[in-house]
């Protein structure tokens, strides 16, 4: 198929189909989305080597639909790699038959691959269609989940042990109270071992039609994941992903490459949802810039870090974010094959912990972030729910996020970038301070007294020593021609 095509409304993935589906959906995950492997497990030992897929609106108005999910954190879907419970419970909910379907929640290796599982165990049809076209660490990021009332949750574990079927009242929309009674389940029955499969919202296709005829469905995201798939480790993968995404966000959007370079630490924590921020060097040799990925399972908030000597020590200091949830940051390999990390292919951030991973590996193997607008996800309570994880990332590592939702085309066109020079191999000296414009004939001002440069505030016109602004907050601004004003960025030197 070409880009974007879908040749007929039912179609049939392969094992190679599925395996694609993997890759492609460990990109669209931003991070998270279930470990790779585990995915590959999960289908091996299912044994299903072929999936029937049916687009939303080609699914006749009888046929019994159930959405099907699981709750888990990374670490613990490593110990418990199941897709039983799932299973269990979708068939417990809906009896499935050959008239039925599989409707899925997001696009991750797992919760991507198991609701794929589940319809071919059960020779039902698997719904091409996605409620978000990326994964999310919370139920309530979903656009589905806040438009769409529940009615039934169903969990049943892998052992058989059926949990009385929970029913909700009408209206009710909250997916954060069926996310809270799927934790407090888990926690009752302890053979979930931190893997709740679960089964809900019973609907049928007429039912499926309306919410796709309403937009509440994103339109062939299965197969937006498989073509990516088939792109990775191609000679030209980079040439061939950028196109993908160019076809699936539009004619006004494009997708950014917004960073290339190392890893050079990644600290986290466990909870509910696995909380970490990963830090990262440039790949050139001459500059000091860096990049922070803050986490909840999936890249939530990416910003931009220069790399400065502080009495001997390389400190990271963060500078201004370079993409912010619902917009998302996905990690391309651009160099490597380990066996289990290959150029031209996406992992989690699993991978940077050495329980799981080989973040050695990513330290010297050149890692691009490449950013994708999220324009169906920017309605304010989506956003809130974005601002709501980023708090709590940050708080869980002593920090206070107090910054606001900025569109990464923004982010990226807007705001000047600031650089250092890196000596002898060092990630940053006595150095000069670099500000760019993203945009031609963009006029850069600043100050060094903390306050809002202004277009009275001088011109930046050379590099600023070092020594110059230690101790002093450096805003920088830019300006166009017109003397129309971007986005203000700080360095607080004033922190060091």
């Known amino acids: 198929m070409g880009i974007g095509q879908i040749q007929n409304p039912v179609f049939t993935y392969s094992e190679k189909d599925l395996g694609d589906f993997i890759e492609g959906a460990t990109f669209l995950a931003t991070g998270g989305g279930g470990p790779k492997q585990v995915a590959y497990n999960l289908l091996k030992n299912s044994g299903v080597t072929s999936v029937n897929l049916i687009a939303a609106p080609y699914v006749p108005d009888e046929m019994t639909i159930a959405m099907v999910a699981q709750v888990f954190a990374p670490s613990d879907i490593w110990a418990n790699q199941d897709y039983q419970s799932s299973l269990n419970s979708y068939q417990t909910l809906i009896q499935p038959s050959g008239y039925s379907a599989v ?42 989940q ?31 109270i069926v996310e809270q009674d799927i934790l407090d389940i ?132 963060e500078i201004g974010p370079m993409a912010i949830g619902p917009d998302a940051v996905s990690y391309l390999l651009m160099e490597g094959d380990s066996g289990n990390y290959q150029k031209g292919h996406s992992f989690t951030n699993e991978d940077f912990r050495k329980d799981h991973g080989d973040p050695d590996f990513f330290k010297t193997h050149e890692i691009q972030f490449l950013g994708i607008p999220e324009a169906p996800l920017r309605r304010l309570d989506i956003i809130s729910t974005y601002t709501r994880e980023i708090k709590r990332i940050m708080e869980a590592f002593g920090r206070t996020y107090t910054g606001n939702y900025i569109p990464i085309e923004k982010l990226n066109t807007l705001q000047p970038f600031f650089d250092m020079e890196r000596k002898k191999g060092e990630m940053a000296g006595d ?39 230690l101790g002093k907050k450096l805003k920088a601004r830019l300006y166009y021609e017109n003397n129309l004003a971007g986005l203000a960025t700080t360095a607080g030197f004033d922190t060091l």
């Not at 480790?233 to 992903?241: K, R, S, V, Y």
């Not at 050079?264 to 990262?280: E, L, N």
């Not at 500000?435 to 060094?448: A, D, E, F, H, M």
């Open 103 to 144: 409707l899925p929640v997001e696009v991750g290796a797992v919760n991507g691959i198991v609701p794929a599982i589940v319809a071919g165990r059960t020779q039902s049809y698997l719904i091409a269609d996605t409620q978000i076209d990326r994964s999310m660490s919370e139920m309530d990021m979903a656009l589905f």
């Open 146 to 176: 806040m438009k769409v009332p529940f009615n039934t949750l169903q969990m049943v574990t892998k052992q058989g042990t059926v949990v009385p079927c929970k029913k909700y009242p009408s209206g009710d929309v909250d997916a954060m």
């Open 186 to 317: 888990m926690n009752d029955y302890p053979e979930f071992q931190g893997v709740g499969g679960f089964a809900t919202y019973t609907m049928t296709g007429r039912d499926l039609n309306r919410l796709y005829m309403s937009g509440l469905l994103f339109s062939n995201t299965y197969d937006y994941a498989r073509r990516l798939g088939a792109c990775m480790g191609q000679p030209d993968f980079e040439n061939l992903i950028l196109g993908e995404i160019k076809h699936h966000l539009g004619p006004a959007l494009n997708p950014y490459s917004l960073f290339k370079g190392y890893l050079v630490q990644s600290v986290q924590q466990a909870h509910a949802q696995d909380y970490g921020y990963a830090d990262f060097i440039t790949s050139d040799p001459k500059s000091a810039m860096g990049a922070r990925v803050y986490y909840s399972n999936e890249n939530m908030l990416a910003t931009r870090l220069l790399w400065v000597l502080v009495r001997g020590v390389p400190t990271p200091l």
């Open 431 to 469: 150095s000069f301070i670099t500000i760019s414009s993203p945009v031609k004939n963009g006029i850069i001002r600043y100050t060094l007294d903390g306050s809002d440069p202004d277009h009275t505030s001088p011109v930046f016109y050379e590099p600023i020593s070092l020594s110059k602004v």
